[in-house]
């Protein structure tokens, strides 16, 4: 593993095999917590992600336009082969975790106010799972993380939740 400096102080780790190449531009960190560098070509400017770079170079193709790349630790400046799969958008936004305004610090998890219990959510594919309602939230996001499981198989984002002392 080896390190790549990126702008704003900070770094992105990369395997051996993908330093020399990858080290050949400057990188620089995109506020969404990417790597990414500028290619000019012909007087235009676009942006090249480094996960999608190494991705890339892995496959030994080039990505399909439907094609994403999703950071298997959540972390986007882990730029490591291992932690790097293809995958459908639907199948990136399931490894994502709560969403900022999220209360409950779990995903899929909220407090219904007029009974003062946690509900437990999941939508696939536009179908609803209603998961019912619990006395505490660590219950919901327990329940929550085994249908996750089942119906989105390895992409299943899981919540984190401590076990009872």
Known sequence: MRQINLSRDKTCVVDQIDYVYISTWKWSFLSSGY???QKRDRGKSSLILMHREITQRTLGRSLLPKEQVDHI???GL???RANLRVCSHSQNLANGG???RN???YRGVCLDKTTGRWVAD???NRERYRLGRFSTARDAALAW???ALEKLGEFAYQN???AKP
Do not use: F, I, K, T
């Open 78 to 80: 882990n730029n490591q």
């Open 73 to 75: 630790d959540g972390d």
């Open 122 to 124: 999941l939508q696939v």
């Open 160 to 162: 984190l939740v401590e």
């Open 103 to 105: 209360r409950s610090g």
């Open 35 to 37: 790597a990414v560098r």
């Open 145 to 147: 993380n085994v249908v």
């Open 98 to 100: 709560p969403r900022a």
